[in-house]
């Protein structure tokens, strides 16, 4: 599967953001869904996933309650909303997938193969 993540941009903190990854080349619906992000000079941190039915998600304790993950398994699209961000938010943020067998389920971070370019999210004051 291919991922493309668009959506970035400079926004001021407290603003809403929302991320977008569109999916081509395989059954998306096969697939967990899922982001990273990653900040200069700071390791890669997983920031949440949802599964192949959309019925369970996973967040980070950094962004729960503020970031939203959905789904559209229609349209081969994950979205990632989110809400009063924070300066430490600033990020590339990178789209990834994982095929999986069962329906709600989501993988360890590292089991994620498929990666998509980042996009940049900036938080400015």
């Known amino acids: 599967v291919q991922l493309q993540a668009s959506g970035g941009g400079l926004v001021q903190a407290g603003d809403s953001l929302r991320l977008s990854c569109a999916a081509s080349?395989?059954?998306?619906?096969?697939?967990?869904m899922g982001w990273f992000r990653q900040a200069p000079g700071k390791e890669r941190e997983f920031v949440g996933a949802?599964?192949?039915?959309?019925?369970?998600?996973y967040y980070a304790d950094s962004v729960k309650g503020r970031f939203t993950i959905s789904r559209d398994n229609d349209k081969n699209t994950v979205h990632l909303q989110m809400n009063s961000l924070k300066l430490e938010d600033t990020a590339v943020y990178y789209c990834?997938?994982?095929?999986?067998?069962?329906?709600?389920?989501?993988?360890?971070?590292?089991?994620?193969?498929?990666w998509g370019q980042g996009t940049q999210v900036t938080v400015s004051s």
């Open positions: 949802i599964s192949r039915s959309g019925g369970i998600t």
């Open positions: 080349g395989r059954t998306f619906s096969n697939y967990v």
């Open positions: 990834v997938a994982q095929v999986a067998a069962r329906y709600d389920y989501i993988p360890s971070a590292w089991e994620f193969g498929r």
